[in-house]
Nanobody
Framework: QVQVVESGGALVQPGGSLSLSCVVSGNIFSIDAVGWYLQAPGKRRDRVAAIGVDSTTTIYSDSVKGRFTISRDNAKNTVYLRMNNLKPEDTGVYYC?????????????WGQGTQVTVSS
């Protein structure tokens, strides 16, 4: 069984910074690509950043490019999202989606999400 757990969400003022963590645990052989998704209130869940297995490939949505940085520590099975210069439109639940090879093969797993609120 594989678990994905996000943490780090909080209330922050516009212009502030925040770091989110995504920890993958359980019966893991390998962790492939991992993505961070934002579900803003009343909107669909959209990907904001993703990272490949060796960190050489990173992808950002236009809305966060230059402000957010995704990284990973494979030794800790953890992916991070550093968010700078936060805006009110960054508000919502952030979800981590990880492609994992476990004892049942390769599939993706979602975490339960962590709430980020950007407001003065």
């Amino acid at each position: 069984q594989v678990q994905v757990v996000e943490s780090g969400g909080a209330l922050v003022q516009p212009g502030g910074s925040l770091s989110l963590s995504c920890v993958v645990s359980g019966n893991i052989f390998s962790i492939d690509a991992v993505g961070w998704y934002l579900q803003a209130p009343g909107k669909r869940r959209d990907r904001v950043a993703a990272i490949g297995v060796d960190s050489t490939t990173t992808i950002y949505s236009d809305s966060v490019k230059g402000r957010f940085t995704i990284s990973r520590d494979n030794a800790k099975n953890t992916v991070y999202l550093r968010m700078n210069n936060l805006k009110p439109e960054d508000t919502g639940v952030y979800y981590c989606n990880a492609f994992v090879t476990g004892d049942t093969g390769l599939r993706d797993y979602w975490g339960q999400g962590t709430q980020v609120t950007v407001s003065s």
